[in-house]
């Protein structure tokens, strides 16, 4: 009883200190005159992916390989299989052309190499360099097209901005680092909560990791997608699952690689991957088909989910 309430209380810290920590940021870029173009594409952009990011190197760090790679893979599931298929059944999801084109091309490429990188079996120092490239090359591009589109011609990427802190540099620089505090220790303790629920319950780390700590770290893609698709943004819906996914396997990969190389697991290897390839195989199919994710297909989504979950369980129940 006590490690789930750890555990809950790790989770609560991640979504919170997450929160707190991007506001802050947004804030101070504000301050210092930074455009607001950059700050969507990068601090708003992807900082619904930090918990994961925190998530997966203080599981390296403690020498638990299941739970850093479980958690990629299964946040990617998550994020489509149940919160867009979530988003969708809300409110069907319109798919823009020209941002989807783009980043579709960078989601299936980031697949591609994460399987590339997960079948090898082993994820090394370069392979997490050659990750953070081709996520730092993304970035790069995406910056350079935004900026030079023609006056009024923006895709709404700095339209949804989260609120900054108020009353001055000084307390976002305070909520800032509160927010680093809080992610960092709610990452440590809920690691260790599902590690001690693993072993008591002999369930692998590696299924920890693909479900109760990927779907805990997803909470933030949960609220921003279900927010989003009530209120009819479904550009932003769906853009919040992709740049969220490609983040996850190129920088949070990336960097876990190059904090400590990892043996990725074996049932990860055989069967997690391929549910994660089919998945985003699905998203592509759904949104090029049309242009529009309907309801059907979110509830197709949602019950290949909850198919996979059964099965993972399967064992334990």
Not at 60 to 75: D, H, Q, R, T, Y
Not at 168 to 175: P, T
Request: glycine share 12%.
């Amino acid at each position: 009883m006590t490690d789930i309430l750890i555990l809950l209380g790790g989770f609560a810290a991640l979504i919170f200190g997450g929160e707190l920590l991007v506001r802050g940021a947004v804030a101070l870029a504000q301050r210092f005159n930074v455009p607001p173009l950059i700050i969507g594409l990068t601090l708003v952009g992807f900082g619904t992916s930090l918990p994961e990011l925190v998530t997966s190197i203080e599981a390296a760090l403690a020498g638990s390989p299941g739970i850093a790679v479980g958690n990629v893979v299964g946040s990617n599931i998550v994020n489509i299989l149940l919160i867009l298929g979530l988003a969708a059944l809300i409110s069907p999801l319109a798919v823009p052309r020209a941002g989807f084109l783009r980043d579709g091309v960078t989601l299936s490429l980031a697949t591609v190499l994460c399987l590339v990188v997960v079948l090898v079996g082993v994820l090394e120092r370069w392979s997490g360099g050659v990750l953070l490239a081709v996520l730092a090359t993304y970035l790069g591009i995406m910056l350079w097209r935004e900026l030079h589109r023609p006056a009024g011609a923006g895709e709404g990427l700095t339209d949804d901005l989260p609120s900054p802190v108020q009353g001055g540099w000084v307390n976002a620089a305070l909520a800032l680092v509160a927010g680093l505090v809080l992610t960092i220790l709610g990452a440590k303790y809920m690691v260790a909560a599902a590690i001690s629920i693993a072993a008591a319950a002999g369930m692998s780390e590696t299924l920890i990791g693909l479900t109760i700590v990927a779907l805990g770290t997803s909470m933030p893609e949960l609220v921003t997608s279900v927010i989003a698709a009530r209120k009819g943004h479904s550009a932003v819906a769906l853009g919040n699952i992709i740049g969220s996914n490609i983040f996850n396997m190129l920088g949070i990969l990336g960097v876990t690689a190059l904090v400590k190389p990892l043996r990725v697991p074996d049932e990860i290897i055989s069967l997690d991957i391929w549910v994660m390839i089919a998945a985003t195989a699905a998203l592509l199919l759904f949104a090029r088909t049309g242009w529009r994710i309907e309801r059907r297909e979110g509830a197709a989504l949602m019950a290949g989910y909850a198919a996979y979950i059964g099965w993972l369980l399967r064992a334990v129940i």
